[in-house]
Protein backbone atom coordinates (compact mmCIF):
# COMPACT_ATOMS: atom_id res chain seq x y z
CA UNK A 1 0.00 0.00 0.00
CA UNK A 2 1.52 3.74 -0.56
CA UNK A 3 2.94 5.92 2.18
CA UNK A 4 4.27 8.91 2.80
CA UNK A 5 7.45 9.57 4.65
CA UNK A 6 7.84 12.03 6.74
CA UNK A 7 10.95 12.79 9.72
CA UNK A 8 9.59 12.03 13.25
CA UNK A 9 10.96 15.17 14.51
CA UNK A 10 12.05 18.60 13.62
CA UNK A 11 13.33 21.46 15.89
CA UNK A 12 14.09 25.31 15.69
CA UNK A 13 13.87 28.36 17.83
CA UNK A 14 11.54 30.71 17.46
CA UNK A 15 11.94 33.17 14.33
CA UNK A 16 13.83 30.45 12.63
CA UNK A 17 12.86 28.58 9.27
CA UNK A 18 11.11 25.19 9.90
CA UNK A 19 10.86 22.43 7.33
CA UNK A 20 9.11 19.29 7.34
CA UNK A 21 9.49 17.04 4.18
CA UNK A 22 7.26 14.63 2.66
CA UNK A 23 8.10 12.10 0.79
CA UNK A 24 5.95 10.02 -1.24
CA UNK A 25 6.66 7.97 -5.03
CA UNK A 26 2.97 9.28 -6.15
CA UNK A 27 3.92 12.82 -5.11
CA UNK A 28 5.13 14.01 -9.22
CA UNK A 29 1.42 13.37 -10.08
CA UNK A 30 -0.91 14.25 -7.12
CA UNK A 31 -1.12 17.27 -4.59
CA UNK A 32 0.56 17.00 -1.28
CA UNK A 33 -1.98 18.62 1.72
CA UNK A 34 -0.71 19.77 5.11
CA UNK A 35 -2.40 19.12 8.79
CA UNK A 36 -1.77 21.09 11.69
CA UNK A 37 -2.62 19.10 15.17
CA UNK A 38 -2.26 20.90 18.73
CA UNK A 39 -2.25 18.55 21.68
CA UNK A 40 -5.73 17.18 22.20
CA UNK A 41 -7.30 19.16 19.27
CA UNK A 42 -8.66 17.60 15.97
CA UNK A 43 -6.52 18.57 12.88
CA UNK A 44 -6.62 21.71 10.87
CA UNK A 45 -5.72 21.69 7.43
CA UNK A 46 -3.02 24.71 6.54
CA UNK A 47 -1.59 23.66 3.37
CA UNK A 48 -3.98 22.21 0.16
CA UNK A 49 -2.55 21.32 -3.07
CA UNK A 50 0.93 21.53 -2.45
CA UNK A 51 1.22 25.29 -1.83
CA UNK A 52 -2.72 26.94 -1.35
CA UNK A 53 -3.26 28.37 2.06
CA UNK A 54 -6.75 28.36 3.57
CA UNK A 55 -8.20 31.52 4.71
CA UNK A 56 -7.13 32.18 8.37
CA UNK A 57 -3.93 30.63 8.02
CA UNK A 58 -0.78 32.82 8.63
CA UNK A 59 1.55 33.82 5.92
CA UNK A 60 4.48 32.16 7.48
CA UNK A 61 3.35 28.85 6.26
CA UNK A 62 3.76 27.71 2.72
CA UNK A 63 3.89 24.77 0.82
CA UNK A 64 6.06 23.42 -2.32
CA UNK A 65 6.41 20.15 -4.01
CA UNK A 66 9.16 19.28 -6.19
CA UNK A 67 9.72 15.30 -7.68
CA UNK A 68 8.74 13.08 -5.21
CA UNK A 69 8.67 15.72 -2.21
CA UNK A 70 6.78 17.84 -0.78
CA UNK A 71 7.83 20.36 1.46
CA UNK A 72 5.58 22.30 4.51
CA UNK A 73 7.75 25.24 5.47
CA UNK A 74 7.22 27.79 8.42
CA UNK A 75 9.21 31.22 8.14
CA UNK A 76 9.58 32.85 11.72
CA UNK A 77 8.16 29.83 13.84
CA UNK A 78 6.14 30.63 16.54
CA UNK A 79 6.17 29.29 19.94
CA UNK A 80 2.46 28.58 19.35
CA UNK A 81 3.15 26.50 16.01
CA UNK A 82 4.47 23.50 18.00
CA UNK A 83 2.62 21.36 17.01
CA UNK A 84 2.35 17.57 14.79
CA UNK A 85 2.14 18.15 11.36
CA UNK A 86 1.15 15.40 8.72
CA UNK A 87 1.02 15.39 5.20
CA UNK A 88 -1.77 13.37 3.19
CA UNK A 89 -2.29 12.58 -0.49
CA UNK A 90 -3.11 9.83 -2.74
CA UNK A 91 -1.63 7.27 -5.54
CA UNK A 92 -5.65 7.24 -6.77
CA UNK A 93 -5.89 3.75 -4.92
CA UNK A 94 -6.15 5.47 -1.67
CA UNK A 95 -5.89 8.12 0.30
CA UNK A 96 -2.81 8.01 3.51
CA UNK A 97 -1.67 10.47 5.77
CA UNK A 98 2.46 10.53 6.31
CA UNK A 99 3.52 9.48 9.93
CA UNK A 100 3.57 12.67 11.27
CA UNK A 101 6.32 14.97 12.43
CA UNK A 102 6.21 17.04 15.77
CA UNK A 103 7.70 20.09 15.48
CA UNK A 104 9.20 21.34 18.30
CA UNK A 105 9.89 25.39 18.53
CA UNK A 106 11.98 26.69 21.65
CA UNK B 1 -21.58 27.82 9.38
CA UNK B 2 -20.09 24.22 8.41
CA UNK B 3 -19.95 22.18 11.59
CA UNK B 4 -19.73 18.12 12.47
CA UNK B 5 -20.73 17.21 15.93
CA UNK B 6 -20.00 13.64 17.00
CA UNK B 7 -21.67 11.56 19.50
CA UNK B 8 -19.87 11.47 23.20
CA UNK B 9 -17.11 8.88 24.60
CA UNK B 10 -18.03 5.31 24.73
CA UNK B 11 -16.37 2.90 26.62
CA UNK B 12 -16.75 -1.00 25.70
CA UNK B 13 -15.91 -4.76 26.18
CA UNK B 14 -13.91 -6.88 23.49
CA UNK B 15 -16.81 -8.38 21.40
CA UNK B 16 -19.37 -5.93 21.75
CA UNK B 17 -21.00 -3.90 19.47
CA UNK B 18 -20.73 -0.02 18.38
CA UNK B 19 -21.93 2.65 16.22
CA UNK B 20 -20.96 6.12 16.92
CA UNK B 21 -22.09 9.24 14.64
CA UNK B 22 -21.13 12.90 12.97
CA UNK B 23 -23.97 14.91 12.65
CA UNK B 24 -23.10 17.85 9.65
CA UNK B 25 -25.43 21.02 9.46
CA UNK B 26 -24.19 24.01 7.70
CA UNK B 27 -24.20 22.77 4.48
CA UNK B 28 -25.82 20.24 1.88
CA UNK B 29 -25.01 17.00 3.06
CA UNK B 30 -25.61 14.64 0.42
CA UNK B 31 -23.09 16.62 -2.03
CA UNK B 32 -19.93 16.45 -0.43
CA UNK B 33 -17.75 13.12 0.89
CA UNK B 34 -17.40 12.39 4.82
CA UNK B 35 -14.87 10.15 5.95
CA UNK B 36 -13.36 8.45 9.36
CA UNK B 37 -10.01 8.76 10.63
CA UNK B 38 -8.53 6.77 13.12
CA UNK B 39 -6.10 7.95 16.50
CA UNK B 40 -4.58 5.25 18.18
CA UNK B 41 -3.15 6.56 21.44
CA UNK B 42 0.09 8.70 21.13
CA UNK B 43 0.11 7.45 17.22
CA UNK B 44 -0.06 9.11 13.98
CA UNK B 45 -3.76 9.85 11.76
CA UNK B 46 -5.07 7.07 9.52
CA UNK B 47 -7.16 7.25 6.85
CA UNK B 48 -10.33 4.63 7.00
CA UNK B 49 -12.80 5.18 4.62
CA UNK B 50 -15.51 7.51 3.23
CA UNK B 51 -18.90 7.92 1.94
CA UNK B 52 -20.77 10.15 -0.22
CA UNK B 53 -24.04 10.54 1.21
CA UNK B 54 -25.95 11.43 -1.95
CA UNK B 55 -26.23 8.13 -3.33
CA UNK B 56 -23.97 6.07 -0.42
CA UNK B 57 -21.10 5.65 -2.39
CA UNK B 58 -18.38 4.09 -0.07
CA UNK B 59 -14.31 3.97 0.10
CA UNK B 60 -12.23 2.32 2.41
CA UNK B 61 -9.01 1.51 3.32
CA UNK B 62 -7.26 -1.73 2.59
CA UNK B 63 -6.37 -2.18 6.21
CA UNK B 64 -9.79 -1.36 7.30
CA UNK B 65 -11.42 -2.54 5.08
CA UNK B 66 -14.42 -5.44 6.47
CA UNK B 67 -13.27 -4.81 10.20
CA UNK B 68 -15.63 -1.34 10.10
CA UNK B 69 -18.52 -0.16 8.29
CA UNK B 70 -19.61 2.81 7.36
CA UNK B 71 -22.94 4.46 6.63
CA UNK B 72 -24.87 7.86 6.30
CA UNK B 73 -28.66 8.46 6.80
CA UNK B 74 -29.21 11.68 4.45
CA UNK B 75 -32.54 12.44 6.42
CA UNK B 76 -30.96 13.38 8.95
CA UNK B 77 -27.78 14.63 7.72
CA UNK B 78 -25.62 11.68 9.95
CA UNK B 79 -22.73 9.84 9.15
CA UNK B 80 -22.24 6.94 10.94
CA UNK B 81 -18.61 4.11 11.83
CA UNK B 82 -19.75 0.85 13.16
CA UNK B 83 -18.28 -2.50 14.73
CA UNK B 84 -19.57 -5.72 14.93
CA UNK B 85 -17.28 -6.97 17.37
CA UNK B 86 -14.81 -4.56 19.35
CA UNK B 87 -11.08 -5.61 19.83
CA UNK B 88 -8.51 -4.10 22.47
CA UNK B 89 -7.43 -2.68 19.77
CA UNK B 90 -10.04 -0.14 18.17
CA UNK B 91 -9.02 2.01 21.72
CA UNK B 92 -8.49 5.24 19.59
CA UNK B 93 -10.22 8.53 19.13
CA UNK B 94 -12.27 8.69 15.51
CA UNK B 95 -12.55 11.60 13.45
CA UNK B 96 -15.05 12.02 11.51
CA UNK B 97 -14.49 14.91 8.46
CA UNK B 98 -15.56 16.72 5.44
CA UNK B 99 -14.18 16.94 2.46
CA UNK B 100 -13.07 20.71 1.49
CA UNK B 101 -15.27 20.98 -1.86
CA UNK B 102 -18.78 19.22 -2.91
CA UNK B 103 -18.72 17.10 -5.70
CA UNK B 104 -17.38 13.49 -6.48
CA UNK B 105 -14.45 14.68 -7.62
CA UNK B 106 -13.22 16.72 -4.68
CA UNK B 107 -10.18 15.55 -2.55
CA UNK B 108 -9.24 16.66 0.73
CA UNK B 109 -10.47 17.28 4.46
CA UNK B 110 -11.23 20.56 5.41
CA UNK B 111 -14.09 20.47 7.93
CA UNK B 112 -13.33 18.23 11.03
CA UNK B 113 -15.74 17.14 14.27
CA UNK B 114 -14.33 17.11 17.36
CA UNK B 115 -13.46 13.28 17.72
CA UNK B 116 -15.14 10.52 19.77
CA UNK B 117 -12.77 8.10 22.18
CA UNK B 118 -13.63 4.87 22.28
CA UNK B 119 -12.16 2.49 24.81
CA UNK B 120 -12.32 -1.38 24.81
CA UNK B 121 -10.99 -2.98 27.71
CA UNK B 122 -11.93 -5.95 29.99
Known amino acids: SYELTQPPSVSVSPGQTARITCSGD??????AYWYQQKSGQAPVLVIY???KRPSGIPERFSGSSSGTMATLTISGAQVEDEADYYC?????????FGGGTKLTVL | EVQLVQSGAEVKKPGESLKISCKGS????????IGWVRQMPGKGLEWMGI????????RYSPSFQGQVTISADKSISTAYLQWSSLKASDTAMYYCARHAAAGRSAEYFQHWGQGTLVTVSS
Open chain 1, 49 to 51: EDS
Open chain 2, 51 to 58: IYPGDSDT
Open chain 1, 88 to 96: YSTDSSGWV
Open chain 2, 26 to 33: GYSFTSYW
Open chain 1, 26 to 31: ALPKKY
